[in-house]
């Protein structure tokens, strides 16, 4: 059978110290200064006076774990000022999911954080004052306001109505996989903190180490023993995109792996390609961990999140991943 491989994290050299990110404060939004991180994507016109930009990188293809923590390390920064109702991170389309994910999961804020691919679309969101307590938000270019809990571009909670103004389509709160009595933020809030490597921390780009932890993605059917066997040394966590039910699955078992396997439903069945799926804990092989809800690349990042925090145990991995929540 064919082998696909859609996308691989790797995780950075992590160091003893922990960088603590920024914790929930209710702020009042506002006008002032717009904070923005560029990643990738188009540039910040010099016109706009009342924006601030820092630069990390210019990436065109997905942003890896490293990238990932390097972003969360300026964000931090910049939530801590008291003047700071928020920021708006500009990437590329490629990277908006694994971002607005990685974002939700790490930052128990209330502050806005609005991920797009145009700083542009994700300056009315900032200044909206209803725009806090929602999570994450990702702003498409259909001007419609997504929740990045959600694979992209799936669940709509405002939309924008000229060119300053979002209409919210209900009262602010936040999903339940990260709300405040999650078992997410009640028994993880490690996930909170980042351990970033030295290497990381200075900008270098570390993730073609090979001591760096790696989570690749890789479809049911392109399975087969010599595959695990080649990767099993290699790799510390593996998501399975999901072949359908459970009498359909191409393995039996995965209790003889000495690393966590996440089954998840790619949901990609809409007219646009977009969609959410759902996998429940009787459709996949022994020794395996539902996603849930979750699309690949949000188990992915969440594996990516749990290995770098030393969570790796299947009790464990079960209570972060929204289907134990059913």
């Known amino acids: 059978m064919k082998f696909t491989s859609v996308l691989a994290f790797f995780l950075a050299t992590l160091t003893a110290s922990a960088t603590p990110l920024y914790k929930r404060q209710n702020v009042t ?18 016109s706009q006076s009342n924006v601030t930009t820092t630069t990390l990188f210019n990436s065109t293809s997905t942003l890896n774990i490293t990238q990932l923590y390097q972003i969360a390390t300026q964000v ?20 908006i999911e694994t971002l607005s994910f990685f974002c939700s999961i790490v930052f128990n804020t209330s502050k806005t954080i609005v991920i797009t691919e145009n ?41 924008l109505s000229g060119q300053k103004n979002v209409q919210w389509f209900f009262d602010a709160c936040e999903p339940t996989l990260i709300a405040s009595n999650s078992t997410i933020r009640t028994q993880y809030s ?10 990381a921390s200075s900008g270098t780009n570390t993730s073609s180490s090979s001591s760096s932890p790696l989570v690749p993605i890789i479809y049911e059917e392109g399975y087969s023993q010599s595959l695990i066997q080649s990767l099993s040394s290699s790799i ?30 790619d949901g990609s069945s809409g007219h646009d ?11 996949i092989p022994q020794g395996a961990i539902s996603a849930g809800y979750l699309s690949p690349i949000q188990a992915q990042t969440l594996l990516s999140i749990a290995i770098h925090n030393q969570v790796t145990s299947s009790s464990e991995l079960q ?6 929540q059913q």
């Open 29 to 46: 939004s506002g006008g002032g200064t717009v904070p923005v991180i560029i990643t990738g994507g188009p540039a910040v016109s010099g």
């Open 76 to 95: 931090n920064q910049t939530l801590q000022s008291e003047s700071s109702s928020g920021i708006i991170i500009v990437t590329n389309w490629r990277s």
């Open 119 to 159: 700083f542009l679309w994700g300056v009315p969101i900032l200044s909206s004052s209803d725009a806090e307590g929602r999570g994450t938000l990702v702003a498409g270019r259909d001007k419609v306001v997504y929740s990045g809990v959600f694979p992209p571009y799936t669940v709509p909670v405002g939309v």
């Open 190 to 199: 490690n996930f909170t903190s980042a351990q970033i490597s030295s290497n």
């Open 236 to 265: 510390q966590g593996l998501v399975v995109v999901s072949s359908g039910t459970s009498h359909n699955s191409t393995v039996a078992s995965w209790t003889s792996v000495d690393f966590p396997v996440v089954y998840a439903s």
């Open 273 to 283: 390609g977009s969609g959410i799926g759902f996998i429940s804990n009787t459709s």
């Open 319 to 324: 209570q972060i991943f929204p289907v134990s």
